[in-house]
């Protein structure tokens, strides 16, 4: 960076400030704190710091800031990043005696890739020990010059992304990233996507240390066992994250033997998969992760399938105690998301979803839904929302008697429409009609709440009384866990009423026997 200092002493960078300047009087390390706070803040929305050479802006302002920031370089994640276009004087600022890590960043470009760009890129690369992270996007041939380049070891690469475009797929030479000598691969992070796992195969057998891993595949089977993805998790002992897309349609895919050696994940914490019911269970049944804490399921393609032999045996591995569960219809496309109890009083994701994001039918809804129910038994407050579509498609085509049996401990419910008959759920206490108060004719609550009455007073009389209420209108805010919290919140500050007595909670009426 001093040559690049020299071609910016107009800008005042080699000054200092006056001695009168309040800042002057601030200590180095409080100047560096503020740096560092300064460089989470604008990367929490956007990589700021790195690709649009903030930092760089900063080390301009004066001797004593471009002192600080050098000296702590590493806490201050300092980094080079070549882009198509930027920065500027490549050849001075990457020869520079700072020695600073490379980015190498040639993602989302909308228009084909340049003869000066890749020159640019070459040029970056040309410093492979120092090249930390690589993103790269192109077609084929793009990627013969890619990988001219990238033909010698990486020792401190931790990060790489590419992805082809087109489906112009390019074969990955054995010597990628490792050199003729094979040298130790070193990645810690591999996005790959728009590949095939045959062309992917013997790279992934090579990432042994990954610890996050995305794919957008084809399929996660091959002709060969040693080749399928089964095979290349299995070399990943330290992997905590994976995502997998697949991408094709299982027309043709013929059952498969489970496998004889089940893969152990120990580590691994998140996984999402997006792709074939058929093709997860396949790819399951040689899988354990007994780790695991966050699940993202989503199925694009809603086929019944003989009933999923080992799904069910993978996640009842999962630790962990729901105590809510949000099933949502929306369209011909169904949610399921499982929170637990500490999950349901703050605003966060679940830890659990189910979709299915179209062509969803009763049948495969209850086939999705058993898959669940040994995680489903514990969950003590169950929500069952409808769009404006979805309430007509789907509330009288559920077997409802049937789908709320797999929750034995429900002790809360709300339903747009729930079933008078609710015997079968001997740990409710709670109904809550998933209705706008204020859109219903209160001439029309009554015969509405009158049809529970039998089962209201047969509970009353067993000591066991269960409470009725209009609920929240229906809406699609299905991913708010703080919905179970303000039921539960607004049940607590509820007063004594007489039977017989309407009376407002919140947002909702409550009707008491």
Known sequence: ????????????????????????????????????????????????????????????????????????????????????????????????????????????????????????????????????????????????????????????????????????????????????????????????????????????????????????????????????????????????????????????FASRPTPKDIVPLSKLTYFLYIGSSIFLDALVAGLSAPSLRDVNINYYLATVWPPFVHLSRFISEMEGRYHAVHASFQGSGFHLSLLTQSECLSPCDPRFRLDSVSNCSPELIMQMSGELSPMLTTVEELRVTFDKIAVHVWVDNIPWRRFLQQFPNLKALQHEEPADDLTFLPSLEEIVFGKNPLSIDESQRGPQLAAFQRFVSARQQAGRPVKLFFGPSVDLSWMNPMWFFQIRLASAFRAVAHPGEYRVTGSRIEHCW
Request: aromatic share 10%; charged share 25%; with cysteine.
């Open 1 to 252: 960076m001093e040559a690049e200092d020299e071609h910016h002493q107009d800008a005042c960078q080699d000054t200092e400030w006056s001695p009168n300047s309040p800042i002057n009087h601030i200590p180095d390390e409080v100047l560096l704190e503020i740096f560092d706070t300064y460089r989470r803040v604008i990367n929490s929305c956007d990589h700021q710091w790195r690709k649009k050479h903030v930092w760089i802006i900063l080390t301009h302002v004066c001797r004593k800031w471009r002192a600080i920031m050098f000296a702590s370089a590493s806490r201050l994640d300092l980094a080079i990043t070549v882009g198509p276009e930027k920065p500027d004087n490549i050849e001075t600022i990457l020869s520079s005696p700072l020695q600073l890590p490379i980015l190498i960043d040639y993602m989302w470009m909308y228009e084909e890739i340049t003869d000066s760009a890749l020159w640019r890129m070459g040029a970056a690369l040309r410093y492979h020990d120092r090249v930390r992270e690589i993103a790269f996007e192109g077609g084929s041939a793009n990627f013969e010059k890619f990988f001219e380049a990238t033909n010698c070891p990486f020792p401190i690469l931790e990060s790489l992304v590419f992805g082809f475009r087109r489906s112009d797929e390019a074969e990955i030479p054995d010597t990628f990233l490792r050199g003729p000598d094979q040298s130790v691969l070193r990645l810690r992070r591999l996005n790959l996507y728009g590949v095939s796992l045959t062309s992917i195969s013997g790279f992934l057998l090579s990432a042994t240390a990954l610890t996050n891993l995305s794919l957008s595949i084809d399929t996660a089977f091959s002709s060969s066992t040693e080749t399928s993805l089964l095979a290349c998790l299995q070399g990943m002992p330290s992997l905590g994250h994976l995502e997998l897309d697949i991408l094709s349609t299982p027309l043709d």
